[in-house]
């Protein structure tokens, strides 16, 4: 994490309100005004952004420096345990040591590289994940969250 500059952590209390829409916008809003970016998906157990970005089926590639995150763009790659699971389909059920250790790992063993931005989709609530990531963050920086909110309407209509 030494080196990426700004991490920024995208949330929300309640599902489905556009956390991982505005994570992937902003990801590629970042990434055209020229910024390195990366874009970590830490929702577990229900991984959108492969999907969300045209990403699935890639496959991660390992090499000595680590995992290589996928490149969406030069600037822009992403992270996403959506990219380890053998069949899409197949419900995640872990429990939260196991989330905390992929996360761990996603933020120690990936190769990141030099980033200007590394935003970070969470899933819903505050769960093992969210106390996860800002632990892990904690002892090298985050800059903030971002907290999601729709109105029930629109949530309703989605
Ligand atoms: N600003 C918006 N206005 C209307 N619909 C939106 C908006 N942002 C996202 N959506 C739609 O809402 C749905 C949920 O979006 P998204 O998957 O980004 O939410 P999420 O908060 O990441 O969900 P989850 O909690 O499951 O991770 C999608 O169908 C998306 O297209
Ligand atoms: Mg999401």
Sequence with gaps: MATVKHKILILSGKGGVGKSTFSAQLSFALAS???????????I???????????????????????????VESNLG????????????EAVIWRGPRKNGLIK????DVHWGELDFLVV?????????????VQFLQATGIDGAIIVTTPQQVRVAN
């Design 45 to 71: 157990c229900g991984p959108s952004i492969p999907k969300m970005l045209g990403l699935e089926g890639q496959d991660i590639h390992q090499s000595n420096l680590g995992w290589s995150p996928i490149y």
């Design 121 to 133: 989709d969470a899933p819903p609530g505050t769960s093992d994940e969210h106390i996860s990531i």
């Design 33 to 43: 005004l020229d910024f390195q970016v990366g874009l970590l998906d830490i929702d």
């Design 78 to 89: 992403v992270m996403s345990v959506g990219f380890m699971l053998p069949n899409p389909d």
């Design 105 to 108: 790992q996603f933020l120690k």
